[in-house]
T-cell receptor, first 113, second 111 residues
Framework: DAGITQSPRHKVTETGTPVTLRCHQT?????MYWYRQDPGHGLRLIHY???????DKGEVSDGYSVSRSKTEDFLLTLESATSSQTSVYFC????????????FGDGTRLSIL | RKEVEQDPGPFNVPEGATVAFNCTYS??????FFWYRQDCRKEPKLLMS???SGNEDGRFTAQLNRASQYISLLIRDSKLSDSATYLC????????????FGTGTRLTVIP
């Protein structure tokens, strides 16, 4: 399995609170991704990173921010969580070179009450 | 229009059956194609890449038709353990690592 771990695995919190999810990799890969998965929508890209301090928005970035201060960690922050952000969040990494498949962490189940 | 479209199913087939899934993609610049498998409440896992000439991995065969922008996955001799959701995945453009995911096709293999 790819060396990628997500934390926490489960979280329940209240509307309006800040939440930070962590993705940690041991593969030294440049590219890292955050997705959310909801019924009927499949996986949707929130933000991605192509290097330390280099990030870009994905399809559903509103309400989310990210940071990548070192190669191994990619953080996803919900500044003020809303119920619409209840979802399963997956982090992914991809090897060097183009046209590569992505490999996923175990996911974080986040519930915003 | 979605980047990747799949029949959501569900497909319910008996053990030993052959089943085929299809997928269409909208971006003619896509160059990389994959099938992922996702079990309930688990992360997606790469099943196989799809090559232009078609490729096979045991009981699984993937085909690509660039002219029609169509990808298929054939599973022969279905096993109970094949029950899962199968995701069709394409990249955004040549050389890109960013991927678009279909919503998945649900397969249940029945004893």
């Amino acid at each position: 399995d790819a060396g990628i771990t997500q934390s926490p695995r489960h979280k329940v919190t209240e509307t309006g609170t800040p939440v930070t999810l962590r993705c940690h990799q041991t593969e030294n890969h440049r590219y890292m991704y955050w997705y959310r998965q909801d019924p009927g929508h499949g996986l949707r890209l929130i933000h991605y990173s192509y290097g330390v301090k280099d990030t870009d928005k994905g399809e559903v970035s509103d309400g989310y921010s990210v940071s990548r201060s070192k190669t191994e960690d990619f953080l996803l922050t919900l500044e003020s969580a809303t119920s619409s952000q209840t979802s399963v969040y997956f982090c992914a990494i991809v090897g060097e070179g183009g046209n590569q498949p992505q490999h996923f962490g175990d996911g974080t189940r986040l519930s915003i009450l | 229009r979605k980047e990747v479209e799949q029949d959501p199913g569900p497909f319910n087939v008996p053990e030993g059956a052959t089943v085929a899934f299809n997928c269409t993609y909208s971006n003619s610049a896509s160059q990389s194609f994959f099938w992922y498998r996702q079990d309930c409440r688990k992360e997606p896992k790469l099943l196989m890449s799809v090559y232009s000439s078609g490729n096979e991995d045991g009981r699984f065969t993937a085909q690509l038709n660039r002219a029609s922008q169509y990808i298929s996955l054939l599973i022969r001799d279905s096993k109970l353990s094949d029950s899962a959701t199968y995701l069709c995945v394409v990249n955004s453009r040549a050389g890109a690592n960013n991927l678009f995911f279909g919503t998945g096709t649900r397969l249940t293999v029945i004893p």
